[in-house]
């Protein structure tokens, strides 16, 4: 296994447990104490743990795992529910995109449909993902608007007063947003405020709101409040939600469609 295969490895199992003990990693991972140890330390230098004696925790409950060491997890119902998200986008329309591993997939699954091979443009998409743009500016049929802001590493999202001179001038057609948490009662969230500002943003300036979420986020609360469940028309997630999951949702007027 790699040293970056590993990092991911260690920093999920972390963000799943909250703390982990060198000799369990060890065994986890099915190599030496030795090398777990080196690996905690490296990544205590970057803030991305805390060390503790024998182990590490960390930095605390609303720790975000960053999007660039997020793995293939639930890879299979996040390419599911992209692909379905992309077929409720219709040529021509000005989408938005906020960041994050499902909205990502969600924008490859767009880059290679067919009927938006050409145009002028095939589609517009505005995003404050940098990971986002920087996989669909080579495609020359779209038309990429990036809002300005400040690059937030742990999902190279950009944030902060800044967008709202983009944002604030545009008309969407959708916005797909990738949530950490969605609730009946609680709406959409994020773990950062100022992510979630821009996001809320994003809503407000679009005529629909798709929210891509696989079921292990349904019926979550996260810290920072993007919308209410109102302003979502449309919840595209796996099979795996629950069917009591399923009609509070449609309850509450939302479009649930299940992958």
């Avoid at 810290?223 to 629950?242: N, P, R």
Wanted: glycine letters at 8%.
């Amino acid at each position: 296994m790699s040293r970056d295969a590993r990092w991911k490895a260690l920093l999920e199992l972390l963000v799943e447990r909250g703390r982990l003990d060198v000799e369990e990693a060890a065994t986890e991972l099915r190599v030496s104490a030795a090398t777990i140890r080196r690996d905690f330390d490296q990544l205590a230098e970057q803030q991305m743990l805390v060390r503790t004696r024998g182990g590490a925790v960390v930095h605390g409950v609303s720790y975000e795992l960053p999007l660039r060491y997020k793995t293939a997890r639930r890879a299979s119902e996040k390419q599911r529910i992209a692909q379905a998200v992309a077929r409720l986008i219709a040529p021509g329309e000005a989408v938005g995109l906020t960041g994050g591993t499902t909205t990502t997939e969600v924008a490859r699954a767009l880059a290679v449909r067919g009927d938006l091979a050409t145009g002028s443009p095939a589609l517009t998409v505005v995003t404050n993902a940098l990971n986002i743009a920087n996989e669909l500016a080579v495609r020359p049929q779209f038309k990429i608007v990036v809002t300005g802001g400040v690059a937030r590493p742990q999902s190279y999202e950009l944030i902060g007063p800044l967008a709202d001179g983009v944002l604030g001038r545009i008309t969407l057609d959708v916005a797909v947003l990738g949530v950490v948490a969605l609730d009946v009662t609680h709406g959409a969230a994020a773990h950062d405020e100022a992510e979630a500002a821009i996001n809320r943003l994003l809503c407000e300036r679009a005529e629909r709101v798709v929210v891509a979420a696989d079921s292990s986020k349904l019926g979550q609360r996260a810290f920072a409040w993007i919308c209410g469940v109102e302003s979502v028309d449309t919840l595209v997630t796996d099979t795996a939600v629950g069917v009591d999951v399923v009609r509070r949702f449609e309850e509450a007027g939302v479009h649930v469609v299940t992958v």
